[in-house]
């Protein structure tokens, strides 16, 4: 009986931990990340684009999550939802869908197209693909 | 270097683009109207069949003697000629450029095949530069914008390929190599680069003419 009183408590414990670690981690890994993640493009030809997180965040004066990690409904952007617990592909698939861009326009649109927009930041392909 | 390339890039690559094709047409109108003025019979000679005929020899390699008499120089500009024309074309990077800016999807040569290619369109510009300074028969035809025309020509390649590799100062060449690309496409319908348009018409009538008057091959 104490045996198995002892192991729930373990198992919960061990549970708790894991979750506050899952949740933990994006946010962590955000802090931390040097480059764009390109794991979801299938053999990219170019390196992963340079981007420090809070860095490039602090400098471009973004406080708001959904400027980047929007949410988009019946193509529609939803203010006030943010979309950073997401993978950009879980919505921008390889090849664009009616209106929703291709995930590699959708990289390019949100980066570059920001930076032309304000007139500052990285606009050709080397400064962020670097070799 | 920010705003050049924001102004190469933006206003000055419509203005290319503009001058190219509008430069293009009014030279194959305005040829056109020229013939019918002052070589009106040239059309009573026009043959569809004779036109293809000839047309089909010459961009076929080894199709006609001359080209089975210079089989280096036959290689070399067909290589040339092949690779001047897809890789711009066909670049994953314009590519992004056209998908970015417009939504337009092209099919992309993988970056190794585009580098190789590249370096093609280079070392036939150095073969064509080598040529014409030591063959007798061509040096005599050679003038000063022949050589300019080949830097001009080799220039957009050259620089592609150092930004590519981001060798040196990336950011220099990048903006070089839009800069010399764009002057490139706007020279094509005012200097000699022009062959490219009228090449299928000159090689029509020449076939046409020794097909329908000198019943004789022109390959």
Not at chain 2, 108 to 136: E, Q, S, Y
Not at chain 2, 193 to 212: D, I, K, V
Request: hydrophobic letters at 45%; one cysteine or more.
């Amino acid at each position: 009986m104490k045996k198995r009183r002892c192991f729930y408590l373990t198992a919960v414990v061990v549970m708790t931990l894991m979750s506050i670690c899952c949740w933990r981690l994006p946010v962590a890994a955000q802090e931390n990340m040097t480059s764009v993640d390109n794991g979801d493009f299938g053999r990219p030809e170019r390196t992963p684009s340079i981007f420090r997180h809070d860095a490039h965040n602090e400098k471009a004066k973004i406080d708001a999550c959904n400027t980047c990690h929007h949410v988009y409904k019946d193509g529609k952007l939803v203010d006030n939802e943010s979309s950073e617990d997401r993978r950009c592909a879980d919505c921008h698939d390889l090849k664009a869908v009616g209106k929703t861009p291709s995930l590699r326009r959708a990289f390019h649109l949100r980066c570059v197209g920001c930076h032309e927009k304000i007139g500052r930041g990285p606009i050709m392909c080397g400064e962020c693909h670097k070799k | 270097m920010d705003a050049l390339y924001r102004f190469l890039s933006g206003p000055l690559a419509w203005v290319s683009f503009v001058v190219f094709i509008a430069g293009s047409l009014y030279r194959l109108l305005s040829m056109g109207f020229l013939v019918r003025r002052k070589e009106k019979f040239i059309f009573s000679v026009m043959s569809w069949k004779y036109s293809f005929r000839s047309i089909f020899h010459w961009i076929t390699p080894f199709a006609s003697v001359n080209m089975r008499r210079h089989p280096v120089m036959t290689i070399t500009t067909f290589a040339f000629h092949i690779c001047l024309f897809l890789t711009p074309i066909f670049l994953l990077a314009h590519g992004v450029l056209w998908d970015d800016a417009f939504n337009i999807h092209l099919w992309a040569l993988p970056n190794g095949l585009a580098d190789i290619m590249t370096l093609v369109v280079i070392a036939g510009g150095v073969f064509f530069l080598c040529r014409r300074m030591k063959l007798a028969e061509v040096r005599y035809l050679t003038t000063l914008s022949d050589y300019l025309l080949l830097i001009m020509v080799a220039a957009p390649f050259l620089t592609g390929f150092i930004a590519y590799h981001q060798w040196i100062d990336y950011r220099f060449f990048m903006t070089l190599h839009v800069l010399t690309g764009e002057i490139m496409l706007m020279a094509i319908p005012f200097t000699r680069l022009s062959h490219m348009l009228f090449a299928p018409f000159t090689r029509a009538y020449m076939g046409s003419e020794f097909g329908s008057v000198r019943h004789a091959r022109d390959w």
